[in-house]
């Protein structure tokens, strides 16, 4: 299923062209840090280091600082919200006891914590066996079929969006969290490319020898070629964690009642409810954008190497 | 192929094409789920849609056969107009921008140590970290006329900042700035390209008297160019689709109040089309224009690039 387009992951068509080309896939292997040392930064004179480091420095700020002031409005109270401040005049943490009242967040979260792990789950675990089912065996029409997968890519979710709907809908999983991740069951074209190019840079070796020892096809997939694609798997793992949780179309398309949203559904209710409803209570609104990302946050400190070496690998092999 | 040389020079015909039936038919079972899928979620969709856009259907009762009329209506509806109108503006400002500025950051990082280059590429990826939701309430609030953090910055400065989010003239400008937030995921790749750039070549640009304007146009453009390429028609792609940040901000059942006609992008529209008027025929002849048109421009893309894009060995 065509995950809904996510611009740093998506490769396609460089990507395919490569592909075509027959490039070597262990070539991205080579680490450029050898390179690196030789860099000319040493040579580079005061001046320009310091320029260059005040631009990163001012680059980073603007980077963060959005973040850093959600955070810190979410701890002013009503009056206070939009001073701009940094840190705020009066500290209260009371709109974090007043958006549990306000609505079911810890629904919510439950909702879209359950969802985003059967996402992740089934479309690493699926798109792993297709994965190997290109990488390892050779039979005829191979080579059109998975320019099939790639060519998936392409193609806009605005297409099947209205008649993968009326599946789920014939299916009466409408208003149910089902349809946010069950389409996952089927592998996802851009893990399969990704997962792919890692199983074609194992060494075939390991596994004629497994064969030779008796391994059957599962075994050889499962217990040797699955654990030594480790990095990879991660990589899948935490992309359609981060996709599957920030998705706001699919639950506008599938949820109906308060009580079935994940959490951007959720805050999408909140702000029109509290927003623009007439309201006005923003730090409501603020505060439940918090808790919609600082699960995002977590997982980024926790996973970085990989999220910025999954990035990095989408575009080098393209 | 890196696979596949070495059988071919140890055994024999027979005994190969045995192997390889045995091969097709152990690939099936790893294949099923996509294929499944494929055919389930992909080959029936798309089928299925091109047959609804030349229907009316509203989920209730069946489709009824309209032949083209969706289609002749969508090119003399205003709203249509409209989308594509807002939606050719962002692609066309958004996108360049969006390229230049991940340019820049990576050329910046690659002046960094390594060390603290690892630091800032960290920092400059969180924002793609922020769902899509938050960064459109982020949007309001930082854009808001009265007492948003941009507008008092610019107060700082003497300017009198628009009213970014009710001025019809400032909300599309307002989503592309606040769009250029998350170019993170691009600086790590073209980052990741920079590294790869020989340092010979500079060496020798260097020896020749060429100077960093020099260096930057003739050797290190070309030798990412197939980096820019991806980066820029992956997010072409992208922001022919773009709806969350300005749906979240500007969209939704509580906000019917004021006229939001600046941020329509076609793909808002075709799904308010299709999800909340339920003119499932006319949001697949929708779906099915966008389609053609995201097809048209990538493939200008391609054939464009084949001048540009240096490949190495290629030439």
């Known amino acids: 299923m065509t995950a809904p387009l996510r611009a740093p992951v998506q490769p396609t068509v460089a990507a395919a ?10 070539r991205d292997a080579h680490d450029p840090a050898a390179r690196r040392e030789r860099s000319p930064e040493r040579r580079r004179p005061l001046a320009v280091r310091i320029i260059t480091t005040v631009l990163l420095l001012a680059c980073a700020v603007v980077f963060t600082y959005p973040f850093l002031w959600l955070l810190s409005a979410s701890l002013k109270p009503r009056g206070e919200v939009f001073d701009n401040r940094l840190l705020p005049e009066t500290l209260t943490f009371e709109n974090y006891l007043d958006v549990w009242q306000e609505a079911p967040m810890l629904l919510w979260l439950g909702n879209t914590l359950l969802v985003t792990v059967l996402a992740a789950v089934t479309v690493t675990v699926s798109s792993a066996l297709v994965a190997w089912g290109f990488a390892y065996f050779r039979f005829r029409g191979r080579g059109a079929l998975f320019a099939l997968v790639l060519a998936t890519m392409m193609l806009p979710g605005a297409v099947t969006m209205i008649p993968t709907f009326l599946i789920w809908n014939s299916l009466g999983a409408v208003n149910t969290l089902t349809p946010l991740w069950a389409g996952n069951l089927f592998g996802s074209a ?33 217990q040797i070629a699955m654990p030594l694609t480790r990095p990879a798997l991660v990589v899948t793992l935490i992309f359609e964690f981060q996709t ?11 949820l109906r009642d308060s009580d079935k949203f994940t959490i951007p559904r959720g805050l999408k209710s909140l702000l029109d409810q509290f927003g623009f409803g007439g309201e006005w209570h923003w730090e409501i609104v603020i505060t439940a954008s918090v808790l919609t990302t600082i699960p995002m946050i977590v997982l980024f400190f926790l996973a970085q190497r990989h999220f910025v070496e999954g990035v990095a690998t989408t575009g080098t092999k393209g | 192929m890196p696979t ?8 024999t015909r027979p005994a190969l094409r045995r192997a390889r039936r045995r091969d097709a038919r152990a690939a099936l079972l790893f294949l099923s789920p996509w294929l499944l899928g494929f055919a389930i979620f992909t080959a029936w969709p798309v089928l299925y849609s091109g047959y609804l856009s030349l229907t009316d259907y509203d989920v209730l009762n069946d489709p009824s056969f309209v032949g083209l009329d969706n289609y002749r209506e969508l090119f003399e509806d205003p709203k249509v107009t409209l989308a594509l109108r807002n939606t050719f503006f962002y692609v066309a400002v958004q996108v360049p921008l969006y390229v230049l500025v991940s340019l820049a950051l990576a050329l910046l990082l690659n002046t960094a140590s390594r060390r603290s280059a690892g630091f800032f590429r960290t920092v400059f990826y969180l924002p793609n970290m922020t769902p899509p939701v938050a960064v459109g309430v982020l949007l309001l609030l930082v854009f808001n006329g009265q007492n948003g953090l941009i507008n008092e910055l610019l107060g700082a400065i003497g300017i009198d900042g628009p009213a970014w989010t009710t001025d019809p003239d400032w909300v599309k400008p307002a989503i592309i700035l606040t769009s250029l937030w998350s170019t993170g995921s691009s600086v790590i790749i073209l980052f990741a390209a920079l590294r790869n750039v020989p340092q010979e070549l500079y060496d020798a640009a260097r020896v020749d008297g060429a100077n960093a304007w020099q260096r930057l146009v003739r050797i290190t453009v070309p030798m990412i160019s197939p980096a820019l390429f991806f980066v820029f028609v992956v997010n072409t792609i992208a922001a022919f689709q773009t709806f969350t940040e300005a749906y979240t901000a500007f969209f939704g059942s509580g906000n019917t109040t004021y006229s939001n006609d600046a941020a329509l992008f076609y793909a808002i529209y075709l799904f308010q089309q299709a999800f909340e008027f339920l003119n499932m025929g006319y949001a697949s002849a929708m779906a099915w224009v966008l389609f053609v048109i995201i097809m048209v421009i990538t493939a200008i893309q391609l054939l464009v690039s084949r001048r540009l894009v240096y490949l190495e060995g290629d030439q």
């Open chain 1, 17 to 26: 062209t490569s592909t075509a080309r027959g490039d070597d896939p262990g």
């Open chain 1, 190 to 222: 851009f893990y399969i490319f990704l997962l792919r190019q890692f199983f074609l840079g194992l060494p075939r070796e390991i596994f004629e020898a497994a064969r030779v020892d008796g391994a059957n096809n599962w075994r050889i997939f499962w």
């Open chain 1, 244 to 254: 599957a949780w920030t998705d706001l179309m699919r639950p506008l398309i599938y």
């Open chain 2, 4 to 11: 596949g040389t070495t059988d071919r020079r140890t055994t």
